[in-house]
């Protein structure tokens, strides 16, 4: 057995949005649970000798378009970390919204590890409906689709190691194609859910968030987060603003900005 490299993972706020209704945070919310904020991330994942980083955010055109607020650049947030964009050599794209896929050209030499099913979803029968297209670009599926004849994408068809310590996870639910990564660090099996949950309270109440493919499939998948991960306090939800409560700060200066979640977090989850 190949031993397993041993990853320091990264949170970056990258945007924020607030004021938004229980509603729009979970399927049958109670409305006196008043005004919620989201947080948008991408992550890093720095080991001995592989780099990952997961997911590109959005740029300041979209971002204006949808009425989010921009705080830096998935470039200018790597470089926080002391990552070079255009050095990183593989991207893993846990599906294809629009917060989470844009920003190609700033990874000039990384493959894109996305699952077949995202790509079908995004490009096939079910974006004819609003009701499945809003939460994608349309430039950025069209980038998706130049990069696959530039043979830059590394589709997956379901679970896949990438390299020992980690690997990529079909969940579905959210999206036809969403997938977590699975990471070995110090504190053991960590797991990045991505959007197969966005907040902590999704899971933990079994209250999907109202952007989905599949509900059950959504539900089932908390399910299989809780298996992959060491235990419920290693699984990272994909916009919750207290990930950077629970989580130490990369450096003191990066509070707020940057989370070690490689690190045990500073209170109970």
Same mark, same amino acid.
Request: glycine residues 8%.
């Given at each position: 057995?190949?031993?397993?490299?041993?990853?320091?993972?990264?949170?970056?706020?990258?945007?924020?949005?607030?004021?938004?209704?229980?509603?729009?945070?979970?399927?049958?919310?109670?409305?006196?649970?008043?005004?919620?904020?989201?947080?948008?991330?991408?992550?890093?994942?720095?080991?001995?000798?592989?780099?990952?980083?997961i997911d590109t955010g959005f740029n300041a055109a979209v971002a204006k378009k949808r009425g989010r607020t921009l705080l830096r650049t998935p470039l200018e947030g790597l470089a926080l970390i002391g990552?070079?964009?255009?050095?990183?050599?593989?991207?893993?794209?846990?599906?294809? +919204?629009?917060?989470?896929?844009?920003?190609?050209?700033?990874?000039?030499?990384?493959?894109?590890?996305?699952?077949?099913?995202?790509?079908?979803?995004?490009?096939?029968?079910?974006?004819?409906?609003?009701?499945?297209?809003?939460?994608?670009?349309?430039?950025?599926?069209?980038?998706?689709?130049?990069?696959?004849?530039?043979?830059?994408?590394?589709?997956?068809?379901?679970?896949?190691?990438?390299?020992?310590?980690?690997?990529?996870?079909?969940?579905?639910g959210h999206t036809m194609g969403m997938q977590c990564v699975r990471l070995w660090t110090e504190r053991g099996w960590l797991v990045l859910a991505s959007d197969a949950s966005h907040l902590y309270a999704?899971?933990?109440?079994?209250?999907?968030?109202?952007?989905?493919?599949?509900?059950?499939?959504?539900?089932?998948?908390?399910?299989?987060?809780?298996?992959?991960?060491?235990?419920?306090?290693?699984?990272?939800?994909? +916009?919750?603003?207290?990930?950077?409560?629970?989580?130490?700060?990369?450096?003191?200066?990066?509070?707020?900005?940057?989370?070690?979640?490689? +690190?045990?977090?500073?209170?109970?989850?």
């Open positions: 057995m190949q031993q397993l490299e041993t990853f320091k993972v990264y949170a970056i706020r990258y945007a924020h949005h607030g004021g938004r209704s229980p509603y729009e945070m979970f399927i049958g919310g109670d409305a006196h649970e008043g005004p919620m904020a989201l947080d948008y991330f991408i992550w890093a994942a720095v080991g001995p000798t592989h780099t990952y980083v990552i070079e964009a255009k050095t990183v050599h593989d991207v893993i794209l846990t599906h294809l +919204h629009y917060d989470h896929v844009g920003n190609f050209s700033m990874f000039p030499k990384a493959r894109l590890h996305i699952q077949d099913k995202e790509v079908q979803y995004a490009t096939g029968r079910y974006m004819r409906e609003k009701t499945f297209q809003g939460a994608y670009e349309l430039d950025d599926v069209v980038s998706l689709v130049r990069e696959v004849y530039e043979g830059r994408v590394e589709f997956h068809d379901g679970d896949a190691e990438l390299t020992p310590g980690i690997s990529v996870h079909f969940i579905g999704n899971m933990e109440r079994v209250a999907p968030f109202p952007i989905v493919f599949d509900v059950g499939q959504m539900v089932n998948g908390f399910k299989t987060l809780r298996k992959l991960a060491s235990s419920q306090n290693h699984i990272i939800p994909g +916009h919750d603003p207290l990930v950077l409560q629970r989580y130490p700060p990369a450096t003191a200066e990066l509070k707020g900005v940057v989370a070690r979640l490689d +690190h045990a977090p500073l209170s109970p989850e």
